[in-house]
């Protein structure tokens, strides 16, 4: 793709080049033409140059080497070469067809094919031997901090909206190939705002509700009123018992554990605004990683992070 | 200037010739002639010094690996029992610092020491002079020779001596490359297993040896090294430099060695141009300090035996200073007077350079930590109502035999690193990434940022722990 955006450009670089070379090889062919008196006999005054500054300024012929001539026929020489084989002359791409893009994807490509055979070893390995493998298990390690650490924290703990993966609580399943398949293909969460059709009492009752479901402090009353409720809009998705649904990502309400903090005005935000993409900086996408890492840095993943709840 | 030297006019090389010069100097090429003496002495001396060195180092093994060697790819110096790594990059500044205060010190004290003596184009000249001597002959011959029309005779000395400078260059590219690149299996592997880059290089520096040692010599310290353009400022009138006394040899001119020449009026030079043969870089020294002037101090060793056969006394060329030459100090003073206040300020500022960098690179600890808070998540409150941060630890074992170490933590009551199998080993020369959390009771430190110290120490080490400064946060 060119960065012109007009064809003037294009034939302004190319003549701008030419000339520019074609100027220096001309200068170099008349300066070696000039000859003028050397050193002067004794009393008489050198020639100059002819160059005058300043009205009185002159300048003395302090000749170049001449092998230092021959240095800036070289670079012509090399110029035009240069021009001739990489892009350089405007839009010309040059008949080696170079590019930096196609240079820096041959690179990668080298280092993949050295790296290859160690991935290969991982990849036809059944995940929980690969976590049982400690060379595995410290390239994991590096992996994960280089790439996971970002939002799950250095030590797997999490922090708000970014789940925590050393507990054995699992948003998508836990199973080590579904560990896999979260980190190779991303997961989006969805929870809907649920405030317009519970209105405001409605919703005060849910969240009584929801608490009690994990032994936290509520209101009994309030909680009775939610229970119907709860099971009218919420149990689509989070289980008619509260526990979740693995298959779209449904926290389990039943557990200790909370994405998003456990207080009354943290679930009525939930519930009130719901829970998805675009909301702020802690409602981000678990991205997918199998086109930026690759099969075999995934295959590490998943097991060091399978590991991390289940290596003892 | 001083007055001694504005009594002798610089004149240009060829005066009075008036004959038409281009742009471009056609280089006249230089014939120095071999010369014997003090100096020259030094001068080989220093040739076998530096070259000792460099052939001779890369052969040198400690621990198992090469003694000396910069390993780029690995990005990592070994020079004996020290392993430089990028994070050691500061003494690579000692390093500059030290050799730019040396430079100041040996130039203000005697001028170019460097140029003169212990610079590889003039030490590599002078190999290949000597190996063009042996082949061609002296001066003379070589004028001669390279007069003559090719002959089987000329073709054979050419062939030889091109074979030796070739062969010298290959050998100089070959351990010039065996210090990036292990050199016992380098030689092992030529010529067929070396790689394209191993090629390349010998090659380029084997080529430049050739070259510059061989055919630009001079011309590479007159147009291509600064040098020579800025050591003008660092001369000043008590600089010892190589000095033609105008006052004793004036007026000079050619005499038999019986006739009393003071009586004819002549000074003490016999007009034999030796001093300017012997010149490698082609000057005539006897028209003052010049910018082509190398110091090598050939034509004070070619005068003084021209002197001696004379029966005149030496040192019509010598080191002296302006100063000395105008003043007329005897040599005591003149001694006195290098060692300046502006040298020993040099010698002073040199001295604690160097015993500081040594003292840095003794008491230098193998280990190398870096804390790393987490940004994601600043501060935790645990099940168990403890406050938590994360950190990661990069921990460099720097060292070249593997290492164990404890992390412990310092600067708030009661906390505590959790999460962390210790003690952590790490290879030798490698580094590790350690996510470690930290745990604190929640009314241990006040709320906001509070400073902690980690302590990395090393399993059975003698040397002091690593302490790393960092922060634990408490809830607002």
Known sequence: ?312 | MSDSRTTIPIQPAAAGTEAEVGLYEIRKKIYPRAVSGRFATWSWAMVFATQIIFYGLPWLSWNDRQAVLFDIAARKFYIFGIVFWPQDVIYLAFLLIIAALSLFLFTAMAGRLWCGYACPQTVYTQIFLWVERKIEGDRNARIILDRQPLSAAKLGKKTAKHGAWMAISLWTGVTFVGYFTPFRPLLAAIPGGLGGWEIFWILFYGLATYGNAGYMREQVCKYMCPYARFQSVMFDKDTLVITYDAGRGEPRGARSRKSAARTKGLGDCVDCQICVQVCPTGIDIRHGLQYECIGCAACIDGCNQVMDRMGYPQGLIRYTTENALAQGYDNATMWKRVFRARTLVYIGLLATVVVAVGVSLYVRDTLKVDVIRDRGTLVRETAAGKIENVYQLQIMNTDESPRRFTISVEGVSGIEVVGVEQPIAIDGESLRLVPVRLQAPTEAGKPGANRIEFVIETLGGAKRGWREKSTFLFPR
């Open chain 1, 1 to 312: 793709m060119s960065d012109f955006t007009s064809e003037f450009w294009n034939w302004w670089i190319i003549v701008g080049t030419v000339a520019s070379i074609g100027y220096c090889a001309w200068l170099l062919i008349v300066s070696s033409r000039i000859k003028m008196k050397g050193a002067p006999a004794p009393g008489k005054q050198a020639d100059t140059t002819g160059h005058t500054w300043d009205g009185d300024l002159a300048e003395y012929n302090n000749p170049l080497p001449r092998w230092w001539m021959w240095l800036f026929w070289i670079t012509i020489v090399y110029a035009v070469v240069y021009l001739v084989f990489y892009p350089g002359l405007g839009r010309a791409p040059g008949v080696l067809g170079w590019t930096s893009a196609n240079a820096a994807a041959k690179e990668s490509a080298a280092v993949d094919a050295k790296t290859k055979p160690l991935y290969d070893k991982y990849l036809a390995m059944d995940l929980k031997q690969v976590a049982a493998d400690p060379q595995a298990r410290a390239m994991g390690e590096r992996l994960f901090l280089n790439n996971c650490a970002q939002c799950h924290g250095s030590d797997a703990g999490g922090s708000r909206g970014f789940p925590s993966l050393r507990d054995n609580d699992w948003l998508w399943g836990g199973a080590p190939e579904t560990i896999r398949e979260s980190i190779a293909n991303g997961r989006i969460g969805v929870m809907p705002a649920m405030g317009p059709t519970l209105g405001e009492d409605g919703t005060k009752s849910v969240i009584a509700y929801v608490r009690s479901l994990s032994g936290l402090a509520h209101d009994s009353l309030r909680g009775q009123l939610g229970k119907p409720l709860f099971e009218q809009n919420c149990a689509a998705c989070h289980g008619v018992d509260g526990k979740g649904n693995q298959a779209v990502g449904a926290p389990n309400l039943t557990d200790a554990i909370w994405l998003y903090g456990s207080s009354e005005a943290t679930i009525a935000e939930g519930i009130n605004k719901g829970r998805h993409l675009g909301l702020d900086e802690n409602h981000l996408p678990m991205p997918s990683h199998k086109a930026s890492l690759g099969d075999g840095k995934v295959q590490l993943l998943a097991a060091y992070v399978w590991g991390l709840s289940n290596s003892k």
